[in-house]
């Protein structure tokens, strides 16, 4: 059973940055392309950003490209996602995601508890 922990979220001002961190246990986390979505209150859950199990290629929604970036650590089981420029939009709970598949929608196979990131302006 893959179970993934997140770290990192809070409170960041507009323009601020922030690093979220996800561990992971179980599974083969070097074989599984890993992500991150986000939910803002009021709105559906949202695709954010993905990263193959080698590392190599790398996915982003437009509204983060640029600001954001994907990284993952196979040797500590863990995957990032550096949150630079911050908007307040950018406020919702994130949550990391294992098994990503690129369907007609993004979907995940495993999903973490969720924290929150509170941007404010």
């Known amino acids: 059973q893959v179970q993934l922990v997140e770290s990192g979220g809070g409170l960041v001002q507009a323009g601020g940055s922030l690093r979220l961190s996800c561990a992971a246990s179980?599974?083969?986390?070097?074989?599984?392309?890993m992500g991150w979505f986000r939910q803002a209150p009021g709105k559906e859950r949202e695709f954010v950003s993905a990263?193959?199990?080698?590392?190599?290629?790398?996915w982003y929604a437009d509204s983060v490209k640029g600001r954001f970036a994907i990284s993952r650590d196979n040797a500590k089981r863990t995957v990032y996602l550096q949150m630079n420029s911050v908007k307040p939009e950018d406020t919702a709970v994130y949550y990391c995601?294992?098994?990503?598949?690129?369907?007609?929608?993004?979907?995940?196979?495993?999903w973490g508890q969720g924290i929150q990131v509170t941007v404010s302006s």
């Open positions: 990263i193959s199990a080698s590392g190599s290629l790398t």
């Open positions: 995601a294992s098994g990503i598949n690129q369907g007609s929608t993004w979907s995940a196979a495993y």
């Open positions: 179980g599974g083969t986390f070097s074989t599984r392309a």
